[in-house]
Nanobody, 125 residues
Framework: QVQLVESGGGLVQAGGSLRLSCTTSGRTFSRSAMGWFRQAPGKERECVAAISWSTGRGYYPDSVKGRFTISRDIAKKTVFLQMNSLEAGDTAVYYC??????????????????WGQGTQVTVSS
C-alpha cells in the first residue's frame, strides 16, 4: 500500500499560479505511475495530469495542456503539479493517486488504486 498526502492548495485569483505537492510513503515504487485528479461539486472526477515514475513523461488532457505541468522527485518520493493561468473552472478538490496504468490509459482513474485525501483549490474570478 502507498500513503499519499497532498499539500499546496488554497485560494488564488484567476490568472494566478499554484503548486501542489503529493508526498508518498510506503511501497511507493511498487506503483508505476502517479496521477493528479480533481473533482468539482456535481461533476465527475477527472484526471488533469499523470506521470511515469521511471520515464518522467507527463500526460495531460486537452483541458489543461500548456497550463499544468506534472513532475516528480524520485529521491523525495514526491510528485508536483504546477498550475499556471488558473481559471475559475479549475476550482475543485485535487487528489493525487498511485497505480499501474497502461500507457494508453494514464488518465483513467480506474487504473489507480491508492488515493490521497485531497486539497482544495479555489480560483476567484
Amino acid at each position: 500500500q502507498v500513503q499519499l498526502v497532498e499539500s499546496g492548495g488554497g485560494l488564488v485569483q484567476a490568472g494566478g499560479s499554484l503548486r501542489l505537492s503529493c508526498t508518498t510513503s510506503g511501497r511507493t515504487f511498487s506503483r508505476s505511475a502517479m496521477g493528479w485528479f480533481r473533482q468539482a461539486p456535481g461533476k465527475e472526477r477527472e484526471c488533469v495530469a499523470a506521470i511515469s515514475w521511471s520515464t518522467g513523461r507527463g500526460y495531460y488532457p486537452d483541458s489543461v495542456k500548456g497550463r499544468f505541468t506534472i513532475s516528480r522527485d524520485i529521491a523525495k518520493k514526491t510528485v508536483f503539479l504546477q498550475m499556471n493561468s488558473l481559471e475559475a473552472g479549475d476550482t475543485a478538490v485535487y487528489y493525487c493517486a498511485a497505480g499501474w496504468p497502461l500507457s494508453a490509459r494514464m488518465l483513467d482513474s480506474r487504473q489507480y488504486v491508492d488515493w490521497g485525501q485531497g486539497t482544495q483549490v479555489t480560483v476567484s474570478s
